[in-house]
């Protein structure tokens, strides 16, 4: 097979380094990752829920119609899913409804904050919000394929690569954040689109490429640029877009799950759902209440990133415990300084790292 994975831990995470051809790496990734590949499925909360929409007539004709736009826009991507789970012996039908969780209308919860700012230095900071039943399944995942850009993610076994904080090999770092959407179009599925982002080499390129590329759901994106040090939230969902870019004078902005600078956005309160995503959407705003309170320092740093994104849960901070209602923790917290090109980790029992950009992104020594 014309693929090859190295194994290491950072920060006490799981850290794989996935180097060959498109198809081979998948399907060996499928391989090697089989049994978390198979935890993580079994494990999703919102398993029940896809099945049984997906059974209506409703949810069938919905899912057809992204299936169909992600396939014929995404083909690459598609067959790197099918690599996946033929490597890991699951369906892949299994898989690809579970990638398109976001994208057919129906409730996905809330999950994950981002930070941004720009000034004498750029920093992008990101909470991983997940089930704590993914603890020790969730991993970094280095992709080499041959002819792309490489790229790192944080990865959920099953899933593709997209959909979580992101680093590339031309100096582009984002965080991901969901956004909930009712009624979604018939286009691709975000993840698919949030995989070819990974090819953009500036923030420009990132920016224009979310403009050109609507996804059937949505995600925000918070991107940033290690050589301009320019720094941007993208929404984008449902085929709108909005772009806010920081300031290059002290700019500080933030996101956590709901729409922010769409002037006519999409419904995100789910049919059939209503409480549950009053109580989700009031969590979100609970964390961006707390966001929006803040007063940065004047230079913040590695530091303040952290103690603002791990310090305590609302109402006065935006870590997530799992305690009580909620049922999400977070599963690892980066901050990355964009002007000294160095990343932060730390897992979910507080276990920290860092390195170069460029170390995340390189072969294995």
């Avoid at 004078?249 to 956590?256: I, L, V, Y």
């Avoid at 609970?286 to 230079?299: C, F, I, M, N, Y």
């Amino acid at each position: 097979m014309n693929a090859h994975i190295d194994e290491t831990t950072i920060a006490g995470l799981r850290w794989l380094v996935v180097t060959g051809e498109r198809n081979a790496a998948f399907t060996l990734l499928g391989e090697y990752a089989r049994e978390s590949i198979t935890a993580v499925q079994s494990k999703m909360p919102e398993r029940e829920g896809l099945q049984s929409f997906t059974r209506s007539d409703r949810g069938r004709r919905i899912l057809a119609d992204v299936v169909a736009a992600t396939t014929h826009a995404y083909p690459r991507y598609t067959e790197e899913l099918r690599a996946l789970a033929t490597g890991a012996t699951v369906p892949y039908e299994d898989l690809l409804l579970a990638n398109l969780r976001g994208d057919i209308g129906i409730d996905d919860g809330t999950g994950c904050t981002d930070l941004a700012w720009r000034g004498t230095q750029s920093f992008v900071a990101h909470n991983e919000d997940g089930a704590p039943a993914l603890d020790g399944h969730f991993m970094l995942l280095t992709l080499r394929i041959e002819g792309d850009l490489p790229v790192t993610v944080q990865w959920y076994p099953g899933f593709l690569p997209a959909n979580t904080l992101t680093v590339n090999g031309a100096g582009l770092v984002w965080g991901i954040n969901h956004i909930q959407v009712t009624t979604p179009i018939a286009a691709p599925g975000r993840h698919f689109v949030a995989r070819g982002l990974q090819q953009c080499t500036t923030l420009t390129d990132a920016i224009d490429y979310l403009r050109s590329n609507p996804s059937a759901g949505g995600f925000a994106y918070t991107l940033g640029d290690t050589r301009s040090g320019r720094v941007a939230v993208v929404e984008a969902a449902a085929g709108q877009v909005a772009v806010r870019e920081l300031p290059p004078d002290n700019g500080f902005e933030w996101h956590t799950n709901h729409i922010r600078f769409m002037p006519n956005p999409p419904d995100q309160a789910a049919a059939g759902t209503a409480t549950a995503n009053l109580g989700q959407r009031e969590e979100s705003l609970a964390r961006g209440q707390v966001l929006d309170s803040l007063v940065p320092v004047l230079e913040p740093d590695v530091d303040w990133f952290t103690q603002v994104l791990t310090g305590s849960p609302v109402p006065t901070g935006v870590h997530r415990t799992a305690a009580g209602t909620d049922p999400l923790t977070t599963l690892c917290t980066t901050v990355t300084n964009l002007t000294d090109r160095t990343i932060l980790i730390r897992n979910h029992h507080g276990t920290t790292a860092t390195l170069t950009l460029t170390e995340l992104t390189a072969e294995p020594h």
